[in-house]
């Protein structure tokens, strides 16, 4: 998952996804980062993510209404996985995200 359709690398997205989280309507959700994120120290609660960049990136524009720049990559990688992301999100739910086990 190095670089996505975009051209966009893992890295980006994954600070993409660091960004959309700070949105006032991610906020609003209440959802503490060590959901989605493994703290790199207890300032920065922004370590490595433990679930898949592109779903959440997708999740989180879904919440803020923007196109997302990871969609086209997942659909690729995971046919109807983004479409299902959306859905979720608009009947207010949370999916259950792929998880990433910690790098050693």
């Known amino acids: 998952m190095e670089n996505t359709q975009e051209g966009q690398t893992e890295k980006q997205i994954a600070e993409l996804c660091q960004r959309l989280y700070q949105h006032p309507l991610v906020q609003g959700k209440g959802w503490l980062p060590n959901l989605f994120w493994r703290p790199a120290n207890r300032e920065n609660p922004f370590g490595s993510l433990r679930v898949n960049p592109l779903e959440l990136e997708v999740l989180f524009a879904a919440i803020c ?6 969609r086209n990559r997942l659909e690729q990688e995971n046919p109807g996985r983004a479409g299902f992301i959306e859905r979720s999100i608009a009947h207010g739910e949370l999916p259950l995200l792929s998880f990433r086990a910690e790098a050693s």
Request: glycine share 16%.
């Open 65 to 70: 209404g923007e196109n997302s720049r990871a």
